[in-house]
Protein backbone atom coordinates (compact mmCIF):
# COMPACT_ATOMS: atom_id res chain seq x y z
CA UNK A 1 0.00 0.00 0.00
CA UNK A 2 1.62 3.23 -1.04
CA UNK A 3 0.40 6.56 0.57
CA UNK A 4 -1.79 7.52 -1.65
CA UNK A 5 -3.82 4.45 -1.14
CA UNK A 6 -3.53 5.09 2.68
CA UNK A 7 -4.83 8.51 2.30
CA UNK A 8 -7.91 7.02 0.11
CA UNK A 9 -8.45 4.80 3.38
CA UNK A 10 -8.42 6.85 5.56
CA UNK A 11 -10.38 9.33 3.81
CA UNK A 12 -13.48 6.69 4.81
CA UNK A 13 -13.76 7.16 8.17
CA UNK A 14 -16.22 10.50 8.31
CA UNK A 15 -16.90 12.41 11.75
CA UNK A 16 -20.64 13.32 12.25
CA UNK A 17 -21.75 17.18 11.17
CA UNK A 18 -21.27 19.50 14.30
CA UNK A 19 -24.32 19.36 16.14
CA UNK A 20 -25.92 22.53 16.22
CA UNK A 21 -26.56 22.50 19.86
CA UNK A 22 -22.85 23.42 20.17
CA UNK A 23 -23.26 26.34 18.60
CA UNK A 24 -26.52 27.10 20.49
CA UNK A 25 -24.58 26.51 23.54
CA UNK A 26 -21.49 28.37 22.92
CA UNK A 27 -22.35 31.25 21.29
CA UNK A 28 -24.70 33.10 23.56
CA UNK A 29 -21.92 32.80 26.10
CA UNK A 30 -19.13 34.06 23.98
CA UNK A 31 -21.04 36.85 22.82
CA UNK A 32 -22.09 37.76 26.15
CA UNK A 33 -18.41 37.46 27.47
CA UNK A 34 -16.87 40.34 28.80
CA UNK A 35 -13.73 38.95 30.56
CA UNK A 36 -10.52 38.90 28.25
CA UNK A 37 -8.09 36.24 28.34
CA UNK A 38 -5.48 37.27 30.24
CA UNK A 39 -2.68 37.64 28.12
CA UNK A 40 -5.04 39.55 25.82
CA UNK A 41 -5.55 42.47 28.13
CA UNK A 42 -2.41 44.27 27.24
CA UNK A 43 -2.83 44.10 23.56
CA UNK A 44 -6.56 45.53 23.85
CA UNK A 45 -5.06 48.12 26.05
CA UNK A 46 -2.66 48.88 23.66
CA UNK A 47 -5.08 49.08 20.83
CA UNK A 48 -7.11 51.45 23.25
CA UNK A 49 -4.76 53.56 23.81
CA UNK A 50 -3.54 53.80 19.80
CA UNK A 51 -6.81 54.53 19.03
CA UNK A 52 -7.47 57.30 22.28
CA UNK A 53 -4.16 58.07 20.75
CA UNK A 54 -5.44 58.32 16.71
CA UNK A 55 -8.46 60.26 17.94
CA UNK A 56 -7.33 62.72 19.88
CA UNK A 57 -4.55 63.77 16.69
CA UNK A 58 -7.69 63.41 14.12
CA UNK A 59 -9.15 66.07 16.51
CA UNK A 60 -6.50 68.01 16.45
CA UNK A 61 -6.25 67.92 12.64
CA UNK A 62 -9.57 68.51 12.02
CA UNK A 63 -11.45 70.62 14.81
CA UNK A 64 -11.44 73.90 15.36
CA UNK A 65 -9.84 75.99 18.82
CA UNK A 66 -11.02 79.27 20.89
CA UNK A 67 -8.13 81.51 21.18
CA UNK A 68 -10.32 84.22 22.38
CA UNK A 69 -12.62 86.59 22.13
CA UNK A 70 -15.25 89.60 23.17
CA UNK A 71 -18.70 89.88 23.46
CA UNK A 72 -20.83 93.48 23.44
CA UNK A 73 -23.04 95.62 22.92
CA UNK A 74 -23.87 97.88 19.83
CA UNK A 75 -27.41 99.33 20.96
CA UNK A 76 -30.68 98.66 19.50
CA UNK A 77 -31.14 95.37 21.03
CA UNK A 78 -28.21 94.29 18.76
CA UNK A 79 -25.45 92.12 20.76
CA UNK A 80 -22.06 91.35 19.35
CA UNK A 81 -19.99 87.85 19.57
CA UNK A 82 -16.46 87.63 18.21
CA UNK A 83 -14.64 84.24 18.86
CA UNK A 84 -11.55 84.10 17.46
CA UNK A 85 -10.76 80.67 15.88
CA UNK A 86 -7.66 78.68 14.66
CA UNK A 87 -8.17 75.94 12.21
CA UNK A 88 -7.00 72.80 12.57
CA UNK A 89 -6.96 72.91 16.84
CA UNK A 90 -3.00 72.00 15.95
CA UNK A 91 -2.29 75.23 14.88
CA UNK A 92 -3.05 77.07 18.41
CA UNK A 93 0.56 76.05 19.23
CA UNK A 94 1.51 78.26 16.44
CA UNK A 95 -1.22 80.94 16.78
CA UNK A 96 -1.98 80.34 20.60
CA UNK A 97 1.16 82.56 22.01
CA UNK A 98 0.41 85.54 19.50
CA UNK A 99 0.09 88.83 21.06
CA UNK A 100 -2.53 91.13 19.51
CA UNK A 101 -5.02 94.18 20.32
CA UNK A 102 -8.30 94.76 20.21
CA UNK A 103 -9.37 98.53 20.36
CA UNK A 104 -13.09 97.47 21.52
CA UNK A 105 -15.71 99.66 20.27
CA UNK A 106 -16.35 103.36 19.72
CA UNK A 107 -18.89 105.77 18.18
CA UNK A 108 -17.28 108.32 15.29
CA UNK A 109 -18.69 110.01 12.64
CA UNK A 110 -21.97 108.01 13.50
CA UNK A 111 -20.53 104.71 13.35
CA UNK A 112 -19.77 102.33 15.84
CA UNK A 113 -15.65 101.47 14.86
CA UNK A 114 -12.90 99.60 16.49
CA UNK A 115 -10.08 97.40 15.32
CA UNK A 116 -8.66 93.94 16.04
CA UNK A 117 -5.71 92.86 15.46
CA UNK A 118 -3.09 89.39 15.88
CA UNK A 119 0.60 89.73 15.82
CA UNK A 120 2.95 87.10 15.48
CA UNK A 121 6.13 87.62 17.35
CA UNK A 122 7.83 85.01 15.35
CA UNK A 123 7.56 87.17 12.14
CA UNK A 124 6.75 90.58 13.29
CA UNK A 125 3.36 90.77 11.67
CA UNK A 126 -0.20 92.31 12.17
CA UNK A 127 -2.92 90.19 10.74
CA UNK A 128 -6.20 91.77 11.61
CA UNK A 129 -8.74 94.07 10.21
CA UNK A 130 -10.57 97.75 11.38
CA UNK A 131 -14.55 97.37 11.03
CA UNK A 132 -17.53 100.30 11.35
CA UNK A 133 -20.80 99.40 11.68
CA UNK A 134 -23.07 101.84 10.51
CA UNK A 135 -26.80 102.11 11.60
CA UNK A 136 -29.28 101.33 8.29
CA UNK A 137 -32.43 101.55 10.55
CA UNK A 138 -32.90 100.36 14.05
CA UNK A 139 -32.24 96.84 13.52
CA UNK A 140 -29.79 96.75 11.13
CA UNK A 141 -26.24 98.02 10.27
CA UNK A 142 -24.02 98.25 7.23
CA UNK A 143 -20.93 96.18 8.87
CA UNK A 144 -17.71 97.05 6.88
CA UNK A 145 -14.28 95.34 6.85
CA UNK A 146 -11.31 97.37 5.69
CA UNK A 147 -7.57 97.23 6.02
CA UNK A 148 -6.49 97.70 9.74
CA UNK A 149 -5.42 100.99 10.72
CA UNK A 150 -2.01 101.35 11.66
CA UNK A 151 -2.25 104.19 13.99
CA UNK A 152 -3.37 101.45 16.07
CA UNK A 153 -0.79 99.37 16.46
CA UNK A 154 1.62 98.43 19.75
CA UNK A 155 4.67 96.96 17.80
CA UNK A 156 7.02 97.56 14.86
CA UNK A 157 6.06 95.56 12.06
CA UNK A 158 4.11 94.87 8.28
CA UNK A 159 0.36 94.41 8.16
CA UNK A 160 -0.62 91.29 6.52
CA UNK A 161 -3.51 92.22 4.10
CA UNK A 162 -6.70 90.48 4.64
CA UNK A 163 -6.66 86.67 2.58
CA UNK A 164 -10.38 87.00 1.65
CA UNK A 165 -11.85 90.71 2.57
CA UNK A 166 -15.39 90.58 3.01
CA UNK A 167 -17.99 93.58 1.23
CA UNK A 168 -19.63 95.72 2.86
CA UNK A 169 -22.64 93.74 4.36
CA UNK A 170 -26.21 94.70 6.35
CA UNK A 171 -25.96 92.66 9.36
CA UNK A 172 -29.35 92.33 11.96
CA UNK A 173 -29.99 89.84 14.87
CA UNK A 174 -28.81 86.15 13.26
CA UNK A 175 -26.03 87.48 11.28
CA UNK A 176 -23.38 85.48 10.95
CA UNK A 177 -19.81 86.31 9.30
CA UNK A 178 -16.20 84.90 9.18
CA UNK A 179 -13.26 87.18 8.50
CA UNK A 180 -10.41 84.96 8.15
CA UNK A 181 -7.00 87.21 9.49
CA UNK A 182 -4.35 84.45 7.94
CA UNK A 183 -5.10 81.41 5.67
CA UNK A 184 -2.03 79.35 4.35
CA UNK A 185 -0.50 75.98 4.76
CA UNK A 186 -3.58 74.38 5.62
CA UNK A 187 -3.65 76.86 8.65
CA UNK A 188 -6.74 79.42 8.85
CA UNK A 189 -7.37 82.00 12.07
CA UNK A 190 -10.07 83.90 11.46
CA UNK A 191 -12.74 85.88 13.64
CA UNK A 192 -16.33 84.31 13.47
CA UNK A 193 -18.83 86.99 14.52
CA UNK A 194 -22.27 86.70 15.21
CA UNK A 195 -25.02 89.29 16.35
CA UNK A 196 -27.77 88.44 18.00
CA UNK A 197 -31.24 90.46 20.05
CA UNK A 198 -29.82 88.54 23.07
CA UNK A 199 -26.72 88.82 25.02
CA UNK A 200 -24.32 86.14 23.93
CA UNK A 201 -23.63 82.96 26.41
CA UNK A 202 -20.63 84.13 27.65
CA UNK A 203 -17.53 81.98 28.12
CA UNK A 204 -16.31 80.22 31.22
CA UNK A 205 -12.60 80.75 32.04
CA UNK A 206 -12.47 76.86 32.26
CA UNK A 207 -13.12 76.45 28.54
CA UNK A 208 -10.48 78.41 27.49
CA UNK A 209 -6.55 77.51 26.94
CA UNK A 210 -4.76 77.46 29.92
CA UNK A 211 -3.60 80.98 31.39
CA UNK A 212 -6.57 83.04 29.63
CA UNK A 213 -7.68 85.87 31.37
CA UNK A 214 -11.50 86.40 31.38
CA UNK A 215 -12.93 90.00 31.84
CA UNK A 216 -16.85 89.62 32.17
CA UNK A 217 -18.30 93.00 32.71
CA UNK A 218 -15.17 94.62 33.82
CA UNK A 219 -15.70 97.71 36.16
CA UNK A 220 -12.24 99.90 36.92
CA UNK A 221 -11.23 100.80 40.42
CA UNK A 222 -8.03 103.16 41.31
CA UNK A 223 -7.13 103.50 44.87
CA UNK A 224 -10.28 102.28 45.47
CA UNK A 225 -12.28 104.60 42.98
CA UNK A 226 -14.28 104.07 40.39
CA UNK A 227 -12.59 104.76 37.48
CA UNK A 228 -14.84 103.16 34.47
CA UNK A 229 -16.68 100.26 33.13
CA UNK A 230 -16.66 97.92 29.87
CA UNK A 231 -18.30 100.66 27.74
CA UNK A 232 -19.96 98.04 25.88
CA UNK A 233 -17.89 95.16 26.05
CA UNK A 234 -19.37 92.30 27.81
CA UNK A 235 -16.47 90.25 27.77
CA UNK A 236 -13.20 89.94 26.72
CA UNK A 237 -11.10 86.88 26.58
CA UNK A 238 -7.55 86.18 25.88
CA UNK A 239 -4.10 85.32 26.79
CA UNK A 240 -3.68 88.94 27.49
CA UNK A 241 -5.71 91.86 28.26
CA UNK A 242 -5.66 95.43 28.08
CA UNK A 243 -7.36 98.18 30.10
CA UNK A 244 -6.79 101.96 29.20
CA UNK A 245 -6.59 104.47 32.01
CA UNK A 246 -7.18 107.98 31.32
CA UNK A 247 -4.23 110.01 31.89
CA UNK A 248 -2.26 107.48 32.32
CA UNK A 249 -1.91 105.21 29.95
CA UNK A 250 -2.75 101.30 29.19
CA UNK A 251 -2.25 98.47 30.91
CA UNK A 252 -1.50 94.60 29.01
CA UNK A 253 -2.08 92.13 31.62
CA UNK A 254 -1.56 88.17 31.41
CA UNK A 255 -0.71 85.11 33.57
CA UNK A 256 1.90 83.94 30.95
CA UNK A 257 4.36 86.53 30.38
CA UNK A 258 6.89 83.92 28.52
CA UNK A 259 9.56 85.34 29.25
CA UNK A 260 8.98 88.57 27.76
CA UNK A 261 10.93 90.93 30.15
CA UNK A 262 8.64 94.01 29.55
CA UNK A 263 6.01 92.50 32.02
CA UNK A 264 6.65 92.42 35.70
CA UNK A 265 4.47 90.41 38.10
CA UNK A 266 2.79 93.11 39.79
CA UNK A 267 -0.79 91.18 40.95
CA UNK A 268 -2.59 88.10 41.27
CA UNK A 269 -6.11 86.81 39.92
CA UNK A 270 -8.45 86.48 42.82
CA UNK A 271 -11.62 84.58 41.54
CA UNK A 272 -13.40 87.34 40.16
CA UNK A 273 -10.77 90.81 40.28
CA UNK A 274 -7.58 90.97 39.48
CA UNK A 275 -5.42 93.23 41.72
CA UNK A 276 -2.25 94.72 40.22
CA UNK A 277 -0.34 98.25 41.41
CA UNK A 278 1.50 100.50 39.34
CA UNK A 279 3.93 103.41 40.59
CA UNK A 280 2.39 104.62 43.61
CA UNK A 281 -1.42 103.36 42.86
CA UNK A 282 -3.27 100.15 43.54
CA UNK A 283 -5.68 98.79 40.58
CA UNK A 284 -9.05 96.40 40.67
CA UNK A 285 -10.69 94.91 38.22
CA UNK A 286 -13.68 93.92 39.43
CA UNK A 287 -15.39 91.39 37.03
CA UNK A 288 -18.60 89.62 37.30
CA UNK A 289 -17.50 85.74 37.13
CA UNK A 290 -14.23 84.48 37.46
CA UNK A 291 -11.16 85.38 35.32
CA UNK A 292 -9.19 82.35 35.33
CA UNK A 293 -9.56 78.72 35.41
CA UNK A 294 -7.97 78.92 38.92
CA UNK A 295 -6.87 81.13 41.68
CA UNK A 296 -3.86 82.53 42.77
CA UNK A 297 -2.47 82.81 39.41
CA UNK A 298 -0.01 85.65 39.38
CA UNK A 299 -0.97 88.42 36.85
CA UNK A 300 2.05 90.04 34.97
CA UNK A 301 1.55 93.43 33.92
CA UNK A 302 3.03 95.82 31.17
CA UNK A 303 2.45 99.52 31.46
CA UNK A 304 2.61 101.71 28.92
CA UNK A 305 2.05 105.48 29.54
CA UNK A 306 -0.12 107.54 27.27
CA UNK A 307 -1.71 110.52 28.89
CA UNK A 308 -3.79 110.77 25.59
CA UNK A 309 -5.97 107.96 26.68
CA UNK A 310 -9.78 109.99 27.44
CA UNK A 311 -11.42 107.22 28.99
CA UNK A 312 -11.25 103.57 30.66
CA UNK A 313 -11.50 100.79 27.69
CA UNK A 314 -10.85 96.81 28.54
CA UNK A 315 -10.22 94.78 25.36
CA UNK A 316 -8.13 91.83 24.93
CA UNK A 317 -4.91 91.57 23.15
CA UNK A 318 -1.63 92.92 23.36
CA UNK A 319 1.26 91.10 21.88
CA UNK A 320 3.64 89.11 24.09
CA UNK A 321 7.22 89.20 22.94
CA UNK A 322 8.69 91.10 20.25
CA UNK A 323 7.10 94.66 20.65
CA UNK A 324 8.92 97.75 20.41
CA UNK A 325 10.43 98.16 23.79
CA UNK A 326 11.47 94.55 24.01
CA UNK B 1 -13.71 41.05 22.38
CA UNK B 2 -16.70 38.78 22.28
CA UNK B 3 -16.44 39.40 18.52
CA UNK B 4 -12.93 38.38 18.35
CA UNK B 5 -13.71 35.09 20.39
CA UNK B 6 -16.83 34.49 17.63
CA UNK B 7 -14.72 34.70 15.14
CA UNK B 8 -12.50 32.01 16.64
CA UNK B 9 -15.41 30.05 17.34
CA UNK B 10 -17.04 30.29 13.77
CA UNK B 11 -13.64 29.05 12.36
CA UNK B 12 -12.11 26.69 14.13
CA UNK B 13 -15.12 25.16 16.36
CA UNK B 14 -16.23 22.42 13.44
CA UNK B 15 -12.43 20.72 12.97
CA UNK B 16 -11.96 20.60 16.69
CA UNK B 17 -15.34 19.24 17.11
CA UNK B 18 -13.78 16.33 14.50
CA UNK B 19 -10.59 16.21 16.40
CA UNK B 20 -12.35 15.94 19.49
CA UNK B 21 -14.65 13.36 17.71
CA UNK B 22 -12.01 10.97 16.68
CA UNK B 23 -10.06 11.18 19.55
CA UNK B 24 -12.74 9.92 21.91
CA UNK B 25 -15.16 8.32 19.59
CA UNK B 26 -17.90 10.08 20.52
CA UNK B 27 -19.94 13.25 19.65
CA UNK B 28 -21.63 13.68 22.45
CA UNK B 29 -17.98 13.92 24.37
CA UNK B 30 -16.39 16.21 21.44
CA UNK B 31 -19.65 18.57 21.67
CA UNK B 32 -18.62 19.05 25.67
CA UNK B 33 -15.05 19.08 24.80
CA UNK B 34 -15.11 21.63 22.14
CA UNK B 35 -17.47 23.60 24.07
CA UNK B 36 -15.26 23.43 27.67
CA UNK B 37 -12.12 24.86 25.58
CA UNK B 38 -14.38 27.78 23.96
CA UNK B 39 -15.99 28.86 27.41
CA UNK B 40 -12.40 28.11 28.65
CA UNK B 41 -10.86 30.96 26.80
CA UNK B 42 -13.34 33.02 29.23
CA UNK B 43 -12.32 32.36 32.64
CA UNK B 44 -9.72 35.11 33.92
CA UNK B 45 -6.84 32.15 34.63
CA UNK B 46 -7.57 30.98 30.84
CA UNK B 47 -3.44 29.43 29.90
CA UNK B 48 -4.14 31.09 26.38
CA UNK B 49 -1.73 33.61 25.47
CA UNK B 50 -2.07 34.95 21.86
CA UNK B 51 1.55 36.20 22.34
CA UNK B 52 2.97 32.79 22.12
CA UNK B 53 0.24 30.47 20.60
CA UNK B 54 -1.84 31.12 17.65
CA UNK B 55 -5.20 30.35 18.63
CA UNK B 56 -5.83 27.92 15.88
CA UNK B 57 -2.62 25.50 17.80
CA UNK B 58 -3.67 26.49 21.20
CA UNK B 59 -7.39 24.98 20.70
CA UNK B 60 -6.00 22.04 19.25
CA UNK B 61 -3.81 21.59 21.83
CA UNK B 62 -6.50 22.25 24.48
CA UNK B 63 -9.35 19.84 22.87
CA UNK B 64 -6.32 16.48 22.99
CA UNK B 65 -5.41 17.40 26.86
CA UNK B 66 -9.05 17.42 27.42
CA UNK B 67 -9.91 14.51 25.49
CA UNK B 68 -6.93 12.46 26.75
CA UNK B 69 -8.40 13.39 30.54
CA UNK B 70 -11.58 11.93 29.67
CA UNK B 71 -9.92 9.12 28.14
CA UNK B 72 -7.94 8.56 31.06
CA UNK B 73 -11.24 9.05 33.58
CA UNK B 74 -13.63 6.43 31.51
CA UNK B 75 -10.48 4.07 31.95
CA UNK B 76 -10.66 2.78 28.22
CA UNK B 77 -9.20 4.30 25.14
CA UNK B 78 -11.52 6.02 22.28
CA UNK B 79 -11.02 2.37 20.90
CA UNK B 80 -14.30 1.84 18.34
CA UNK B 81 -16.55 3.23 20.47
CA UNK B 82 -19.10 2.62 17.60
CA UNK B 83 -21.14 5.94 18.49
CA UNK B 84 -24.19 4.66 16.57
CA UNK B 85 -26.61 6.72 18.32
CA UNK B 86 -24.54 9.53 16.77
CA UNK B 87 -24.54 8.41 13.60
CA UNK B 88 -28.11 7.87 13.22
CA UNK B 89 -28.81 11.10 14.62
CA UNK B 90 -27.01 12.64 12.05
CA UNK B 91 -28.02 11.13 9.36
CA UNK B 92 -26.13 12.69 6.32
CA UNK B 93 -24.12 11.64 3.94
CA UNK B 94 -20.42 11.86 6.18
CA UNK B 95 -22.57 9.23 8.54
CA UNK B 96 -24.03 7.28 6.07
CA UNK B 97 -20.54 6.77 5.00
CA UNK B 98 -18.79 5.82 8.30
CA UNK B 99 -20.76 2.97 8.57
CA UNK B 100 -19.51 1.34 5.31
CA UNK B 101 -17.09 -1.17 5.94
CA UNK B 102 -13.74 0.27 5.12
CA UNK B 103 -14.35 3.67 7.10
CA UNK B 104 -15.17 1.62 10.74
CA UNK B 105 -11.96 -0.87 9.71
CA UNK B 106 -10.34 2.60 9.72
CA UNK B 107 -11.58 3.79 12.97
CA UNK B 108 -10.58 0.88 14.26
CA UNK B 109 -7.03 0.80 12.78
CA UNK B 110 -7.02 4.29 13.80
CA UNK B 111 -8.07 3.52 17.59
CA UNK B 112 -5.46 1.09 18.11
CA UNK B 113 -2.77 3.24 17.61
CA UNK B 114 -0.88 4.39 20.51
CA UNK B 115 -2.40 7.29 21.64
CA UNK B 116 0.64 9.53 21.05
CA UNK B 117 0.48 8.11 17.21
CA UNK B 118 -3.09 8.59 16.87
CA UNK B 119 -3.31 12.34 17.92
CA UNK B 120 -0.70 13.12 15.66
CA UNK B 121 -1.91 11.06 12.81
CA UNK B 122 -5.25 12.97 13.30
CA UNK B 123 -4.04 16.27 12.80
CA UNK B 124 -1.67 15.89 10.16
CA UNK B 125 -4.20 13.58 7.89
CA UNK B 126 -7.46 15.33 9.14
CA UNK B 127 -6.97 18.69 9.96
CA UNK B 128 -3.85 19.24 7.50
CA UNK B 129 -1.89 20.47 9.87
CA UNK B 130 1.79 20.72 9.36
CA UNK B 131 4.67 19.08 11.63
CA UNK B 132 5.69 22.98 13.07
CA UNK B 133 1.92 23.40 14.17
CA UNK B 134 1.29 19.75 15.93
CA UNK B 135 4.86 20.06 17.38
CA UNK B 136 3.65 23.56 18.92
CA UNK B 137 0.11 22.30 20.04
CA UNK B 138 0.96 18.66 21.18
CA UNK B 139 4.03 20.46 23.27
CA UNK B 140 6.67 18.20 20.64
CA UNK B 141 9.69 18.71 18.62
CA UNK B 142 9.24 18.43 15.21
CA UNK B 143 11.52 15.63 14.68
CA UNK B 144 8.90 13.42 17.27
CA UNK B 145 5.82 14.35 15.34
CA UNK B 146 7.84 13.40 12.09
CA UNK B 147 8.81 10.13 13.91
CA UNK B 148 5.24 9.13 15.16
CA UNK B 149 3.48 10.40 12.27
CA UNK B 150 5.69 7.72 10.13
CA UNK B 151 5.36 4.78 12.94
CA UNK B 152 1.51 5.68 12.62
CA UNK B 153 1.04 5.76 9.00
CA UNK B 154 3.18 2.49 8.51
CA UNK B 155 1.52 0.51 11.39
CA UNK B 156 -2.24 1.90 9.66
CA UNK B 157 -0.91 0.82 6.09
CA UNK B 158 0.17 -3.01 8.07
CA UNK B 159 -3.05 -2.93 10.08
CA UNK B 160 -5.71 -2.05 6.50
CA UNK B 161 -3.79 -3.91 4.47
CA UNK B 162 -6.82 -6.38 3.48
CA UNK B 163 -8.76 -3.25 2.16
CA UNK B 164 -6.09 -2.06 0.03
CA UNK B 165 -7.90 -3.62 -3.11
CA UNK B 166 -10.79 -2.19 -1.97
CA UNK B 167 -9.83 1.40 -2.04
CA UNK B 168 -7.88 0.62 -5.45
CA UNK B 169 -11.29 -0.31 -6.67
CA UNK B 170 -13.18 3.01 -5.66
CA UNK B 171 -9.25 4.79 -7.66
CA UNK B 172 -10.06 2.66 -10.49
CA UNK B 173 -13.93 3.74 -10.81
CA UNK B 174 -13.34 7.56 -10.46
CA UNK B 175 -13.39 8.90 -13.91
Given at each position: MNDSELNELLDTWKAPPTPASLRDAVRPKLMASAPVPRANYGKWLIAAAVAMGALAVGASLTQDANLGGETGYWGNGIYVLRMRIVHPALARLKWGFSGGLSTGMQWKDGCLVGSVYLYSPITHTHYGYSWSARPV???RYLLSIGP?????????GPISSLPHPPHPTIVSAGSKLDIDLAASDGQRVYDHIELSDKPPALLPA??????SIVLTHPQLFVNGQAEGDSAGVAQATGRTARVDVPGRGEFVLTL???????????GAVDGDRIRFHSGDSQFVIQ??????????LPVYVYFRPDASIERVRFSSGGSIKGGPEQ | MSQALLRLFEDHHEALFRFAYRLTGSAAEAEDIVQECFLGLLKPNSAYDARRTPPRTYLFGAVRNQALKRIARRGR???????ASDLADAGSPEAEAQRTELGAAVQRAIAELPPTQREVLLLAHYEQMSLAEIAEALSLEIGAVKSRLQRARAGLKEALAPYARSVEKNVEKRP
Amino acid sequence: MNDSELNELLDTWKAPPTPASLRDAVRPKLMASAPVPRANYGKWLIAAAVAMGALAVGASLTQDANLGGETGYWGNGIYVLRMRIVHPALARLKWGFSGGLSTGMQWKDGCLVGSVYLYSPITHTHYGYSWSARPVDAKRYLLSIGPLDPSVLREDGPISSLPHPPHPTIVSAGSKLDIDLAASDGQRVYDHIELSDKPPALLPAAALPNFSIVLTHPQLFVNGQAEGDSAGVAQATGRTARVDVPGRGEFVLTLDAQGDSRFTPDGAVDGDRIRFHSGDSQFVIQCSDPIAAKDGLPVYVYFRPDASIERVRFSSGGSIKGGPEQ
Amino acid sequence: MSQALLRLFEDHHEALFRFAYRLTGSAAEAEDIVQECFLGLLKPNSAYDARRTPPRTYLFGAVRNQALKRIARRGRTAELQDDASDLADAGSPEAEAQRTELGAAVQRAIAELPPTQREVLLLAHYEQMSLAEIAEALSLEIGAVKSRLQRARAGLKEALAPYARSVEKNVEKRP
